[in-house]
């Protein structure tokens, strides 16, 4: 089946810090890739979606210039939350679309904390 | 805007009982509605899927059903076992042809041995 994999699996870090985060499709060309972040024991909130070589798409209520994507190739997808603060900490996960058989497969997720 | 209910929160069962998860979409242009499993801290795992054009799905102990009109698919596990405890979520496509997908709040299923 279609492999997404995800960099780093944990981050801790200072507030103030930022922190890129890495989703790769191994195994087939990614047409699109979505962000989400999940609290415990809660549902998948979808942040944006990212298109390779265009501008992501930022779901109402996420601060494009906080949570910075980059989409530069069909295989990577890069998240990097900006000047982190302890309110960021959470799963973030992505998940890639694009195989052939027009399913939407999900990375490993980093859990990020913000000291 | 788009909407995807699910339904228990949590459900607990005997072992080799069945378990039923349902949920409820508001986009009538959804056509694709995939179910994911989550273990505590891992990614979610594709299960199951359906499309708008079909009523029903199995796949060994899994089923899916679709009513349409109604905007109602569930999830049908049988003979549960201890290992399928887990997370589950439905998801909904955003109209239709898009990886872009709603999720249902998720049901914390346990299996009891």
């Known amino acids: 089946g279609a492999v997404v994999s995800q960099h780093p699996s944990r981050v801790i870090c200072k507030s103030g810090t930022s922190v890129k985060i890495e989703c790769r499709s191994l195994d087939f060309q990614a047409t699109t890739m979505f962000w989400y972040r999940q609290f415990p024991k809660q549902s998948l909130m979808l942040m944006a979606t990212?298109?390779?070589?265009?501008?992501?798409?930022?779901e109402q209520g996420v601060e494009k210039d906080k949570f910075l994507i980059n989409h530069a190739s069909l295989t990577l997808s890069t998240l990097t939350v900006t000047s982190a603060h302890p309110e960021d900490s959470s799963f973030y996960i992505c998940s890639a679309g694009g195989a052939a058989n027009e399913k939407l497969f999900f990375g490993s997720g980093t859990q990020l904390s913000v000291l | 805007g788009e909407n995807v209910e699910q339904h228990p929160s949590t459900l607990s069962v005997q072992e080799g009982d069945s378990a039923v998860i349902k949920c409820t979409y508001s986009d009538s242009a959804s056509n694709y509605f995939p179910w994911y499993k989550q273990e505590l801290g891992k990614r979610p795992q594709l299960i199951i899927d359906?499309?708008?054009?079909?009523g029903e799905k199995k796949d060994q102990r899994i089923a899916v059903t679709l009513n349409k009109t109604a905007k109602h698919f569930s999830l049908h596990i049988t003979e549960t076992q201890p290992e399928d405890s887990a997370v589950y979520f439905c998801a909904a496509s955003i109209g239709s042809g898009t990886y872009k997908y709603i999720f249902g709040t998720g049901t914390r299923l346990k299996v009891l041995a």
């Open positions: 990212s298109n390779e070589g265009s501008k992501a798409t930022y």
């Open positions: 359906i499309r708008s054009n079909v």
